[in-house]
């Protein structure tokens, strides 16, 4: 179940704050209580949101982490399962929807790879948290050549790609969806965890993967636990896994299906 989010009920919040509070009806903190819920607040120039259970640093996208700086300098390049199994080779960059962008992780890989991506979230406060952290990166003289690479739409996937017509389809289609977690909570990674209470408990939506094959022009491209079955149900036509991740390659009809992925 998805955790409430408030702001703090302090005439000095800033104006980014209170506006989002009022364009997603947020409430403010009630006096006294500490136990459950997500902060939203606006900090060190930045968007950020944290729990009021646990005693932790505040959550905030952040392109420019050592985590991200690690995996673009040392995570494989475009040998890499991610680039492999979403098409890069050679001087192919193909042009990518991410339809569950999250905080957005993959999705500036592959850019930082040369690929154009659309990012779509559906979720209002997750999509401000991004679009925060898109905007501190593109002020950033390292990373602003990268995210210029990445546009992001607030909507549903699915009537996003429905949408799409002739030049405007994307080569592939990428899909992170979540799933159920298995094993100590505490096991989860912190931005995961956030993730969830945002959202609540995941829902399998049974028709994006199927929009997502009639509009991708080579492949769709899914992400999942090594170990998981294919989503759906529904075998993948290669396979491209790492230690703990898997990703399952649906090759479409709409152009010439490229090679298996080695």
Same mark, same amino acid.
């Given at each position: ?108 890989v592959l850019a930082s790879l040369g690929c154009a991506v659309d990012l779509i ?9 991004? +679009?925060?952290? *898109?905007?501190?990166? !593109?002020?950033? #003289?390292?990373? &602003?050549?990268?995210?210029? /690479?990445?546009?992001? %739409? ?73 170990? +998981?079955?294919? *989503?759906?149900?529904? !075998?993948?036509? #290669?396979?491209? &896994?790492?230690?703990?991740? /898997?990703?399952?390659? %649906? ?12």
């Amino acid at each position: 179940m998805a955790l409430p989010v408030y702001i703090f009920p302090d005439p000095g919040t800033h104006p980014a704050v209170r506006r989002l509070a009022t364009a997603l009806s947020l409430p403010t903190l009630p006096p006294g209580h500490t136990h459950n819920g997500l902060v939203l607040e606006y900090q060190l120039e930045r968007l950020q949101i944290r729990s009021l259970a646990r005693r932790e640093k505040p959550w905030f996208v952040d392109f420019g982490s050592a985590r991200s700086s690690y995996r673009r300098a040392f995570g494989g390049g475009v040998r890499q399962t991610l680039a492999r199994a979403i098409g890069i080779r050679g001087c192919a960059r193909p042009h990518v929807v991410d339809a569950t962008a999250g905080w957005g992780r993959d999705a500036f890989v592959l850019a930082s790879l040369g690929c154009a991506v659309d990012l779509i979230e559906r979720h209002p406060l997750v999509a401000e948290l991004l +679009a925060d952290g *898109l905007r501190r990166a !593109a002020e950033s #003289a390292h990373l &602003a050549q990268i995210v210029q /690479r990445m546009r992001l %739409y607030r909507c549903d996937a699915k009537d996003y790609l429905k949408g799409l017509t002739g030049n405007a389809l994307p080569d592939a289609v990428f899909l992170d969806p979540m799933y159920p977690h298995k094993g100590k909570t505490a096991a989860v990674k912190k931005d995961l965890r956030l993730l969830r209470e945002l959202l609540g408990d995941p829902v399998n939506d049974t028709q994006l993967l199927e929009v997502a094959c009639a509009r991708a022009r080579a492949r769709v491209v899914v992400k999942r636990p090594k170990s +998981a079955a294919p *989503l759906l149900g529904r !075998a993948p036509d #290669a396979q491209v &896994a790492s230690a703990n991740t /898997r990703y399952d390659v %649906y090759f479409t009809a709409l152009g010439t299906l490229p090679n298996e992925p080695q």
